[in-house]
């Protein structure tokens, strides 16, 4: 927990006191390889933070998975747009591995934030966070190669190619397998040639 502490004192800018007080509300949660965090069709109602493992958010189109999002340690899990507006999930979120998580409730949020001035502050920095992911996803989809999008997702987590199966990396990127494998190829090529 301490670890997840400093995340959130780092991510947010607030002292180990105000993240003592934001963390004290969430509960520690085992989710199973494969278990579901958030159902498809389920109103979200918790924000999950990660201390360990791996997840995944996936829509589902006509029996084929669609995946919107992974969620690493120390990082936030949850379907946000479902969070807001109080509708049912059109994503799934689960584990790809066995991972502890720190669950905070909706309502446990909200009283949280009428209590302590500096919740509403996180609220803000992380609505804005968000919307610079979803930018940069956006852009990256509309103007980066596959080749760059796959360099620029290893360069930020390395550990990817190890932990997640290609054919989730390239639904993730919108390409097919098979362009994963070719742009592994000619990167390894490159690298033995340098």
Do not use: W
Request: overall charge neutral.
């Amino acid at each position: 927990m301490e670890k997840l502490k400093e995340q959130i004192c780092k991510i947010f800018d607030i002292s180990q006191e105000e993240a003592s007080i934001f963390l004290a509300e969430f509960k520690k949660k085992e989710v199973k390889k494969n278990e579901i965090f958030i159902a498809e069709g389920e109103i979200c109602h918790v924000v999950g933070l990660i201390e360990q493992g791996l997840m995944v958010c996936v829509y589902n189109k006509d029996g084929e998975e669609i995946i919107d999002e992974f969620g690493f340690e120390n990082g936030f899990i949850t379907n946000y747009y479902s969070f807001l507006t109080q509708t049912p999930s059109l994503k799934e979120i689960r584990a790809l591995e066995d991972s502890m998580i720190h669950i905070i409730s909706r309502q446990s949020l909200e009283v949280l934030g009428s209590q302590h001035p500096f919740i509403e502050r996180m609220s803000r920095i992380m609505n804005e966070k968000l919307f610079l992911r979803a930018h940069e996803r956006i852009k990256s989809l509309l103007l980066e190669s596959a080749q760059e999008r796959y360099e620029k997702l290893i360069a930020q987590r390395q550990d990817l190619a190890r932990r997640i199966p290609q054919y989730m990396i390239a639904s993730y990127l919108h390409v097919k397998p098979e362009t994963i494998s070719r742009i592994r190829k000619k990167m390894s090529n490159t690298t033995l040639l340098t």
